[in-house]
């Protein structure tokens, strides 16, 4: 993996953590599907404690392989996946919300606490409280088909922070959003982010998504999926939509296309390289 | 809406309504006499004066198609749960549900005929029709949750049990109650087709026995009743059924839902 570039980060949580041992690291991982499809090939990949991460490249590069394994709903074919610490507890968001129809807003959020055996009424503090972070209080008697599709997805982040996870994984969750959506729904992941704390991984096909939400991007190829470049983001400690007008995030956003360029073995544009 | 809600009350009923008159004009007009075809005032005047003979029927046929009907949820969703369970079981299983899904019930109801009574003989026809459509719509329902939500209920560690009754039961509820309003119909098909069959050897009660036997003394008037009895138990079901399905579905189902202007 070579290092495109390395900028001190920003944000107060991901520097003092920089230096940190990492949450967890991929060592040389393999993922052979069923199907003799090569998933991943090779992965190197660290994660750290409390960092945004964006994993980003074309389809078929293996991000959602990388979740998958994260959450140990798979298991790498060859390689090591290691945690510094016991699994963490995982909260985990879907492209599409991927809502339980029959039930409405508390009981979709409710979900998670109520199979660890959380009773309604214990749970409702936490449920009120979710709902508040995504702002949907006042939505919890609604069913998921009178939500828009920003609502809905609102819905799935509950649901993800319900059990406090350590850990927030998000598989492009705004991919099939409208842009007005999209761009509301980023402000308010990295504002919730920074007052959480929470590890993010998030997986994204959109390289402005990444550089405005992470504060390390890893660019990932396809065909086998492997890791090709690392872009460390400069950032303000809370991201606003300013950001997206400062010469730090231009410069980071060219970086990434270029790099992604390179991933789907591309030469990039001269006006990315110059 | 209102306006479209009339329409289409009205439309039908005006047809209806003006098929019946033209009925009763021609069989009038042509003094066709009533062995023949009687006219709906005949068939609606006998309805009344045979009603302690025909309701007697109705009620054997009802109870009949309710009882196969009752049988057929619980062995259909019995068996589609253990399917759930294992594949190999299903792969096991399955071709004797198609066997005799397949085979026509007239053609096994002497067979039956032989072995049970007449009235029991009846019910089993009535089950067998009935209980097709209700496998195979629950065994494809519970294995249709979404595929994301079961690697959800994976991540957090959910029990068998907390999957089933959570998730998959509520995915096939859509489709289980798809197959109930085809078996409801069935299941009045299969009695009246098994009540024929059995003819002269069944104990003679039910709708379709009626029938036949109207048939023989060329009580046309009669048979007409029993069969608009019939038309109007089957719609009964058709009705009660779709009821019960929105009911269940308006909340959150597609199919429930109108498109929202």
Same mark, same amino acid.
């Given at each position: 993996?070579?290092?495109?570039?390395?900028?001190?980060?920003?944000?107060?949580?991901?520097?003092?953590?920089?230096?940190?041992?990492?949450?967890?690291?991929?060592?040389?991982v393999?993922?052979?599907?069923?199907?003799?499809?090569?998933a991943?090939?090779?992965?190197?990949?660290?994660?750290?404690?409390?960092?945004?991460?964006?994993?980003?490249g074309?389809?078929?590069?293996?991000?959602?392989?990388?979740?998958?394994?994260?959450?140990?709903?798979?298991?790498?074919?060859?390689?090591?996946?290691?945690?510094?610490?016991?699994?963490?507890?995982?909260?985990? $968001?879907?492209?599409?919300?991927?809502?339980?129809?029959?039930?409405? $807003?508390?009981?979709? $959020?409710?979900?998670?606490?109520?199979?660890?055996?959380?009773?309604?009424?214990?749970?409702?503090?936490?449920?009120?409280?979710?709902?508040?972070?995504?702002?949907?209080?006042?939505?919890?008697?609604?069913?998921?088909?009178?939500?828009?599709?920003?609502?809905?997805?609102?819905?799935?982040?509950?649901?993800?922070?319900?059990?406090?996870?350590?850990?927030?994984?998000?598989?492009?969750?705004?991919?099939?959003?409208d842009?007005?959506?999209?761009?509301?729904?980023?402000?308010? +992941?990295?504002?919730?982010?920074?007052?959480?704390?929470?590890?993010?991984?998030? $997986?994204?096909?959109?390289v402005?998504e990444?550089?405005?939400?992470?504060?390390?991007?890893?660019?990932?190829?396809?065909?086998?999926?492997?890791?090709?470049?690392?872009?460390?983001?400069?950032?303000?400690?809370?991201?606003?939509?300013?950001?997206?007008?400062?010469?730090?995030?231009?410069?980071?956003?060219?970086?990434?296309?270029?790099?992604?360029?390179?991933?789907?073995?591309?030469?990039?544009?001269?006006? +990315?390289?110059? | 809406?209102?306006?479209d809600?009339?329409?289409?009350?009205a439309?039908?009923?005006?047809?209806?309504?003006?098929?019946?008159?033209?009925?009763?004009?021609?069989?009038?007009?042509?003094?066709?006499?009533?062995?023949?075809?009687?006219?709906?005032s005949?068939?609606?005047?006998?309805?009344?004066?045979?009603?302690?003979?025909?309701?007697?029927?109705?009620?054997?046929?009802?109870?009949?198609?309710?009882?196969?009907?009752?049988?057929?949820v619980?062995?259909?969703?019995?068996?589609?749960?253990?399917?759930?369970?294992?594949?190999?079981?299903?792969?096991?299983?399955?071709?004797?549900?198609?066997?005799?899904q397949?085979?026509p019930i007239?053609?096994?109801?002497p067979l039956?005929?032989?072995?049970?009574?007449?009235?029991?003989?009846?019910?089993?026809?009535?089950?067998?029709?009935?209980?097709?459509?209700?496998?195979?719509?629950?065994?494809?329902?519970?294995?249709?949750?979404?595929?994301?939500?079961?690697?959800?209920?994976?991540?957090?560690?959910?029990?068998?049990?907390?999957?089933?009754?959570?998730?998959?039961?509520?995915?096939?509820?859509?489709?289980?109650?798809?197959?109930?309003?085809?078996?409801?119909?069935?299941?009045?098909?299969?009695?009246?087709?098994?009540?024929?069959?059995a003819?002269?050897?069944?104990?003679?009660?039910?709708?379709?026995?009626?029938?036949?036997?109207?048939?023989?003394?060329?009580?046309?008037?009669?048979?007409?009743?029993?069969?608009?009895?019939?038309?109007?138990?089957?719609?009964?079901?058709?009705?009660?059924?779709?009821?019960?399905?929105?009911?269940?579905?308006?909340?959150?189902?597609?199919?429930?839902?109108?498109?929202?202007?």
């Amino acid at each position: 993996m070579t290092k495109v570039a390395t900028f001190p980060t920003g944000r107060g949580t991901a520097s003092s953590t920089a230096n940190a041992a990492p949450l967890v690291s991929f060592k040389g991982v393999d993922k052979v599907f069923a199907n003799q499809v090569m998933a991943l090939s090779g992965l190197d990949l660290e994660i750290r404690g409390g960092e945004f991460l964006a994993l980003l490249g074309p389809s078929g590069c293996g991000k959602s392989t990388v979740l998958r394994l994260l959450t140990g709903l798979a298991a790498p074919t060859r390689g090591e996946i290691s945690w510094s610490c016991e699994r963490p507890e995982f909260g985990f $968001v879907f492209q599409d919300p991927t809502l339980m129809p029959w039930s409405d $807003v508390f009981s979709n $959020v409710w979900l998670p606490l109520r199979l660890a055996g959380v009773s309604k009424e214990k749970a409702r503090p936490r449920i009120d409280e979710a709902l508040a972070q995504v702002g949907l209080s006042g939505f919890a008697k609604s069913y998921p088909r009178q939500l828009s599709g920003g609502m809905k997805m609102r819905v799935s982040i509950a649901r993800a922070l319900v059990t406090r996870p350590a850990v927030l994984l998000m598989d492009e969750p705004f991919a099939a959003l409208d842009e007005i959506t999209r761009l509301r729904l980023n402000d308010d +992941l990295a504002a919730l982010q920074s007052a959480l704390g929470a590890t993010v991984v998030f $997986v994204t096909h959109s390289v402005f998504e990444s550089v405005y939400l992470a504060d390390r991007i890893v660019v990932m190829a396809a065909r086998p999926g492997r890791a090709v470049a690392e872009i460390a983001v400069e950032a303000p400690p809370v991201r606003r939509e300013g950001f997206r007008l400062t010469a730090g995030y231009a410069e980071t956003c060219r970086l990434t296309s270029a790099a992604l360029h390179v991933a789907m073995g591309e030469e990039p544009p001269s006006e +990315l390289t110059e | 809406m209102k306006r479209d809600d009339l329409v289409g009350y009205a439309v039908p009923a005006f047809t209806l309504g003006l098929g019946l008159l033209v009925w009763e004009g021609i069989v009038r007009y042509f003094n066709i006499p009533p062995y023949l075809l009687p006219a709906p005032s005949v068939i609606i005047a006998t309805l009344f004066t045979d009603w302690p003979t025909l309701s007697t029927s109705l009620w054997v046929t009802l109870s009949i198609t309710l009882k196969a009907l009752l049988a057929a949820v619980i062995g259909s969703v019995t068996l589609a749960v253990i399917f759930a369970q294992s594949r190999l079981v299903e792969r096991a299983f399955y071709p004797f549900a198609v066997a005799l899904q397949v085979t026509p019930i007239v053609a096994i109801a002497p067979l039956l005929l032989i072995y049970l009574t007449p009235s029991v003989a009846v019910l089993v026809c009535a089950f067998l029709v009935a209980f097709f459509p209700l496998l195979a719509n629950t065994t494809l329902g519970l294995s249709s949750a979404d595929h994301n939500l079961v690697d959800l209920f994976n991540m957090y560690r959910a029990t068998r049990l907390q999957q089933f009754m959570l998730l998959r039961l509520w995915s096939a509820l859509p489709y289980f109650l798809a197959g109930l309003r085809i078996s409801g119909g069935l299941a009045l098909i299969g009695a009246i087709v098994a009540e024929i069959a059995a003819g002269s050897a069944g104990q003679g009660s039910g709708l379709a026995y009626r029938i036949v036997e109207s048939g023989f003394r060329l009580n046309i008037p009669r048979m007409f009743a029993a069969l608009l009895l019939i038309s109007v138990a089957g719609i009964t079901i058709h009705v009660l059924l779709t009821a019960l399905s929105h009911w269940l579905l308006a909340e959150w189902h597609e199919s429930e839902r109108g498109r929202e202007a």
